[in-house]
């Protein structure tokens, strides 16, 4: 009788050897990025612009310092669109994030040496902000080279990981460094981010023997800049019934061309998340400010304890671990079941209301502390509240809407571009700032809280615009009805 073959069993996916070092490089450099945020607002306005706490200097001290953070920020989201192009032509990611790195522990050493100094302090924020943008768009996409065909599956997990870094080191660091800031001062609450910042840095290194490095491909003319360039300087020979981006098709790929156009479609939804971003980074600066001058004691039934101004931020991520699986398990199915179907557009149109709703609330609370009262840091907490809900219908929404409307070429370009929305969001914010830090009537009519007044305003006019606009946009899901690319598509920022 024939002997059967041996059945072999199909070997257990493992995790590459990298991922450990690239976890944990992700959980220190984001407790240095967002530990020093927590601090920064408060330390520029008590150190440099109203040390002896002038009520006079008040709104222009807090405008000075509102517009050096959001320009910060506005510079580290900026650089992620150029951080990936350099690595994608001519670095590849390893050599980026590894030199920029070096980079980002040197502006934490500024900010830590220049604490009393206002000029090196902020030169110190320019090298960060440098650091942590050209980074930023090579992180995530480093982890996801590090898989090959035989462990796919287990790609969902790292990045869950991955994200759970991120949010640690944020959350470790946003309780901690406000506590260093308070009984060490600024040296060494600027000097903490740094060492880990450094660590981050070695952690990165010491896995260099151990990491998947995909070599850079060169300049790729079929991309976003060079095919709009294209069209732009070639109007006169558009047909009747083309498009404006019709004319690059033969100079360049015809299906690239197509999915530039439709980078474009999603930046027509993108322009209406510019009104969040221009708000949501003030709960980490003109929000500490406030939470500055709350009542700040918590009480429990078994103990009570002071939370620091920068601290209030925590329960940011306390709301989004607690809100995104409450919105994708109960709330989302329970809308789609009654039939109100919450499509990318309605998720997007309400988040924008319940932003404007978060500054309402600070609004009113700004107002009782100009009136001389010490409001419960619970209404900040409110309002942290109805923000995180936003932050879920807003920024995981359009990331969703992002990957799902756009063509395989064009996925990492709409991760950068989103970064970008970011970046201008808080160049918006720091313009009005800058407004008010200058005088006049910007000065004038902004006091209080009429600068809250102001934004709800602001978000207003986008949602009106976004209602008008929104059933006019041209939807087409990638995911649903998809259409054939027969390249293989690195996934890197396609420039």
Sequence with gaps: MQESPAITAPSKSRFPRSVPFIIGNEAAERFSFYGMRSILTLFLVNQFFNPKGNAALTDQANAHANKIHHLFVMVAYALPFVGGMIADWFTGKYKLILYVSMIYCLGHFLLAMFDGGLNGFELGLLVVAIGAGGIKSCVSANVGDQFDATNQDLLSKVYGWFYFSINAGSMISTVAIPEVYKYFGPKWAFGVPGFLMALATIIFFSGRKRYVKVPPQGVNRNNLVFITWYALTHLSQKKPGQSLLDVAKGPYDPERVEGVKAVYRVMAVFFFALAFWAV??????????????????????????????????????????????????????????????????????????????????????????????????????FAFMILSAAEVLVSITGLEYAYTHSPKSMKSTMTGIWFLVV????????????????????????????????????????????????????????????????????????L
């Design 280 to 381: 949501w980074d003030q709960c980490l600066s003109e929000w500490t400010l406030y939470a500055d001058k709350m009542d700040r004691v918590i009480n429990l039934s078994f103990t009570s304890f002071t939370v620091e101004p920068g601290q209030l931020s925590t329960v940011n991520t306390v709301f989004l671990l607690l809100f995104i699986p409450l919105f994708n398990y109960v709330i989302y199915p329970w809308f789609d079941k009654i039939g109100l179907k919450t499509t990318p557009l309605r998720r997007l149109g309400t988040g924008l209301i319940l932003t404007a709703l978060s500054f309402v609330v600070i609004g009113i609370t700004h107002n009782n502390i100009v009136n001389g009262g010490t409001p419960s840091i619970w209404w900040q907490v």
């Design 423 to 494: 970046s201008f969001g808080n160049l918006i914010t720091a313009l009005v700032n800058n407004f008010i830090e200058q005088g006049g009537w910007w000065a004038r009519n902004l006091k209080g809280a009429n600068y809250e007044w102001f934004f709800v305003a602001f978000i207003c006019v986008f949602i009106i615009a976004f209602l008008i606009v929104s059933p006019h946009l041209k939807e087409r899901n990638y995911i649903t009805d998809p259409y054939i690319d027969n390249q293989v598509i690195s996934d890197t920022i396609n």
